[in-house]
């Protein structure tokens, strides 16, 4: 009997399956005049489409598979019933079985067709289907993505940089295939991207307010910058650049930053790199310099000394972006902090050669633009016979800058030859080193050293040309110093030179005789 009960379940249950079935390819048939003729459904077409998107969790795998083919192929004729019929799509998305999670993600990208106001919502689903695990349906989703791209990119751009800025609850697998998806995206779409300007301008703002929404000092800021900086298009156009740059001056607030915090330090820092990557083409680095002169600069004795020297090498980087009236309001505070760097006498406090090195940049690219300015501070000029080349307060200025320079240059002479000698002797070091660490450590020592040298050979670059009595003022393109990348230009060997000269005097005579 308890057999026989259970036989009969089981049929009582697969009559109910097959006449749920059965239900609902009659109210396909019911439907399908709108796709034919089109117009609007009556109450009675309405109400079947309702029955079908209620409820689909509890239906039977069969109906999941058919509901998900069903819901967006009558859509587009029911907008009162589209937020139900989302959700209902969108839940078996999220099935268990994998056959019915493919039918619905590709019947996805359909609900947008003639609806695309849904875009952002469908992108969002499908971004975040993306870390699908099954190969197939990773295909499904990329393709229904494809498909909404389609027919609303900029809307489906807008949606996916949404979801690529990370928060306290979003997931970082979801993130890193949403953001590896744009790339692919960005890139497939470059020819669209560079014909529509609406859509490109449109691109760079979602840019600049994700990266805005990020710490610059951030792991994931860095990532996306670079994503950012290798996209297609972008190392040319300029509107981008100024929108970065604008953005990132919102990271540069004098009211919030702290000086002695490292954590405000770092953020700042992390912001003006950015804006110093693109000065060149973006020209917007007012916000960025009055910060720097106006916020930073007076801070700087608050600083630890690792602090102070990144910072009087960044604004010695933006040196040549300020113009005269900014040089001159500020010359005075340039050539203060080097006052407090080097002394007047030689003394057995050793100089900090790599700040001087810093301020002695600063120094030539603004004694260069507004010579009157060196002259009037450290009392350095070309002499033209003016009056006020006389007066005693420039006569001392000039007494105790050159001093300085004198003291700057016999430090960097001996700390030179320290460090010469620890490159020099690299090879002996290592062999005397019986363990990895000591290995390690001379290694660190060598670059070290190798970072003093180039540090002292940019000073006596600089010093060189303030040493005569009629000093010269060296430019931006002059000037190599030693945490840049550009490098001075090797001297040709003179072996090459003899040998250019006499091809030259060889040509010279050859011209000569064809005169004669």
């Known amino acids: 009997q308890t057999l026989k009960h259970s036989q009969d379940c089981q049929q009582q249950r697969t009559d109910t399956m097959t006449d749920a079935i059965e239900k609902l390819y009659a109210v396909h048939e019911q439907l399908a005049p709108l796709l034919a ?24 795998e069969k109906e999941k598979q058919l509901i998900a083919g069903f819901v967006p192929k009558f859509f587009r004729f029911f907008p009162a019933l589209s937020e139900g019929a989302l ?14 999670r493919q039918i619905a993600i590709g019947g996805l990208a359909e609900l947008c067709v003639g609806s695309p106001a849904h875009v952002p919502r469908v992108v969002d689903v499908l971004g975040q289907l993306l870390t699908a695990e099954d190969d197939q349906e990773l295909a499904v989703v990329k393709r229904s993505l494809g498909k909404v791209f389609s027919i609303d990119t900029k809307a489906s751009f807008d949606a996916l940089f949404n979801l690529v800025i990370p928060d306290e609850n979003a997931d970082a697998a979801s993130t890193a295939s949403a953001l590896a998806y744009l790339k692919n995206q960005l890139h497939a779409l470059q020819n669209v991207l560079k014909k529509d300007k609406e859509l490109q301008a449109s691109v760079i703002g979602n840019f600049s307010k994700t990266l805005t929404a990020l710490k610059p000092n951030s792991p994931e800021f860095g990532q996306f910058f670079k994503f950012m900086r290798n996209m297609p298009g972008f190392a040319r156009d300029k509107q981008a650049a100024i929108v970065l740059s604008t953005a990132m001056s919102t990271h540069l607030d004098a009211d919030s930053f702290d000086a002695t915090s490292e954590e405000s330090v770092s953020l700042a820092l992390a912001a003006i790199k950015v804006v110093r990557s693109l000065a060149g083409r973006s020209g917007i680095t007012a916000p960025t310099v009055e910060f720097l002169l106006q916020t930073v600069l007076p801070s700087i004795p608050q600083m630890s000394d690792a602090n102070q020297l990144r910072f009087l090498q960044v604004v010695a980087d933006f040196a040549r972006h300020m113009d005269s009236v900014t040089v001159r309001k500020h010359f005075g505070t340039i050539v203060g902090l080097f006052r407090k760097t080097v002394p007047t006498e030689a003394s057995d406090e050793v100089v900090d050669v790599k700040k001087a090195e810093a301020l002695l940049v600063m120094y030539h690219i603004w004694s260069s633009a507004l010579p009157v300015a ?15 080349e006389h007066s ?16 700057l240059s016999a430090a960097a002479d001996t700390l030179g030859k320290d460090a010469s000698a620890i490159v020099k002797n690299v090879r002996k070091a290592m062999s005397e080193c019986k363990t990895d660490e000591e290995k390690q450590v001379v290694r660190d020592n060598k670059a070290k050293a190798a970072a003093l040298v180039r540090t002292v050979q940019s000073i006596k670059a600089m010093l060189k040309p303030l040493s005569g009595r009629s000093p010269s003022f060296l430019g931006n393109k002059a000037l190599y110093p030693s945490w840049s990348a550009r490098s001075p230009p090797k001297p040709k060997p003179q072996k090459q030179q003899q040998q250019k000269q006499q091809q030259q005097q060889k040509q010279g005579s050859k011209k000569g005789n064809k005169k004669d």
């Open 37 to 60: 003729a089109g117009g609007e459904p009556n109450s009675e077409q309405a109400a079947s489409y309702q029955a079908v998107i209620e409820g689909v969790k509890q239906r039977s």
């Open 87 to 100: 959700n209902a799509q969108i839940d078996l998305c999220e099935d268990a079985d994998l056959r019915i």
């Open 374 to 388: 060196a002259r009037d501070h450290t009392g350095m000029f070309v002499p033209t016979g003016q009056p006020a």
């Open 392 to 407: 005693s307060s420039i006569r001392e200025a000039g007494e105790d800058f050159r001093a300085r320079l004198k003291v």
